[in-house]
């Protein structure tokens, strides 16, 4: 009797083995698709303002702003365009990805590049600037979907710090943008450079 309950047993971890291997491999997948799902929200185009704030979040100059956020090959790309009060239009393009653990993102604007690593959360991307220690500039920023009657808006938020002199520079920014509606088109955006 001894025996023949030792080779259930085994018949029975043989049958269960394959499901427990992919119960295993099923929560870092679905930890892995819930990323991307969360990534895959910010997908738009967005218009609104950019505001330039003193660290008490006092606006002190604001400026026209369109974004957009599309999905290619598991990367959240984006491009920005702001037209600053000379007339001047600036422009910033990322990529955004998340390989299970960390969130990254690579932000090129002025002919430079930037690095930042973060995490998601339900509807927020919290980024920082690679830290170096000898770095000269750090940034945190976040993203966030807030839910309104309207639809959703496009909350961005950045705390930037810079020693390129003798005086630290900080910096507070924000922007409020709201998805554009079928048969609304960007101005800004017409001018983007390839």
């Known amino acids: 009797m001894m025996q023949y309950s030792f080779h259930l047993t085994q018949l029975a971890l043989c049958r269960a083995l394959p499901i427990l291997l992919i119960s295993a491999l099923a929560i870092p997948l679905h930890a892995w698709d819930q ?3 969360q990534l895959r929200r910010f997908v738009g185009q967005w218009k609104g303002e950019y505001t330039v704030a003193d660290l008490r979040g006092n ?3 604001s400026y026209p702003m369109e974004h957009s956020y599309y999905w290619m ?3 959240l790309l984006g491009a ?3 037209k600053l009060s000379t007339g001047e239009i600036r422009y910033e393009y990322s990529e955004v990805w998340h390989d299970g653990a960390v969130l990254h993102s690579i932000v090129e604007s002025d002919k430079k590049s930037l690095e930042y690593y973060g995490w998601t959360t339900a509807r927020t991307l919290w980024l920082q600037s690679n830290y170096d220690s000898d770095a000269t500039y750090q940034q945190l ?3 966030k979907l807030e839910p309104t009657q ?3 808006l496009l909350l961005m938020e950045g705390y930037q710090w810079s020693a390129f002199s003798e005086n630290p520079n900080f910096m507070h920014t924000y922007s409020a943008l709201r998805r554009l509606k079928k048969g609304e088109s ?3 955006m017409e001018t983007l450079p390839e």
């Open 150 to 152: 309207q639809g959703f």
């Open 73 to 75: 090959e598991g990367h």
């Open 141 to 143: 920023h976040t993203e």
């Open 80 to 82: 920005t365009a702001i």
């Open 186 to 188: 960007f101005e800004l």
């Open 35 to 37: 990323n991307i799902l």
């Open 59 to 61: 606006a002190v100059v």
